[in-house]
DNA sequence: GTATACTCTACTATTATGATAGAGATTATA
DNA sequence: TATAATCTCTATCATAATAGTAGAGTATAC
């Protein structure tokens, strides 16, 4: 898994939805501000995530933008996967890994396997009202423990 | 963490020397061949992995490329971290993470540090000795279990 | 009707990735 | 010693991904 800045900026930008979920649209402007984010590349991630059913927008005045859910019903692996693709370490599908062919790519395979299964488990844990809550609270967020 | 295609062709073929370990040394032909890789890439490849002191070589006739060390000595991670960089999920270094100014990026920076752990400790517990027995023994290689 | 705010398409710059090319250096051995 | 086999090194190239920027257009509250 790699998250790019992208990936970092929406999920900021969600988090920080959240924080104010249930109260009237926060502007594009405002979000850019207070995560230090290039306007206009927001607008385009914002755009993204609206597409992806996240959040929904109000044009116009006291417009802006508002989660499309509860944040308890968004889970964190749910937007990586979405703004920055697939968790697996490596694309498992193509020619170039279409098949069991030969034997070293089976032994590898089922490594980035369980390595995508432990990523999972964490991101797939996690929503955004635990990180709300965590942000609150000031305290760490808890994550799936080994 | 994300595996590149060098990274797939170099993890191949250190597993190719290997299962080779203690024999004469391979040409970079023999290796390319084996494992589909376009043969100039596999030099430069090859080249990589011996200033990272993986394998050393033989020029001339006879000559070619062997371990430097011995495949239990040879972790999967370190190979990674080698040729693909940081196991990471995002870089946490730099300008844009150097400190913990604002609250958002200590909740997410626990998560990615999260990942990481699980993600290494699944690559650190893998040497290319348990990579060869798990082929010669065609069997899936053992991983750390959750 | 106008200011505010989202929408949409297109464009650009930089870097990473995945190679390829070709001349050079080293070594075994006939 | 000649030569074939093999690694070594520097440079170059093509494509795609990433990280933006630009600007005209649309909707809405007041």
Not at 49 to 65: D, N, P
Not at 118 to 125: C, G, L, N, Q
Request: overall charge positive; aromatic content about 10%; proline content about 4%.
């Amino acid at each position: 898994m790699r998250i790019t800045y992208k990936g970092d900026y929406a999920l900021k930008t969600i988090l920080d939805l959240a924080l104010h979920y249930g109260n009237s649209p926060i502007t594009i402007n405002d979000m850019a501000r207070r995560a230090d984010i290039p306007t206009k590349f927001l607008e385009q991630i914002l755009l993204d995530l609206k597409r992806g059913g996240f959040v929904e927008s109000r044009r116009g005045k006291i417009g802006g933008y508002l989660l499309a859910k509860a944040p308890s019903q968004i889970k964190l692996g749910e937007v990586i996967r979405f703004v920055d693709g697939p968790v697996e370490p490596i694309a498992c599908t193509g020619k170039k890994y279409s098949g069991c062919n030969d034997v070293y790519r089976c032994v590898f395979r089922k490594i980035w396997q369980d390595v995508f299964l432990a990523t999972s488990k964490i991101i797939d844990s996690i929503t955004f009202e635990d990180l709300a809550k965590s942000v609150k609270d000031k305290v760490p967020v808890y994550t799936y423990q080994i």
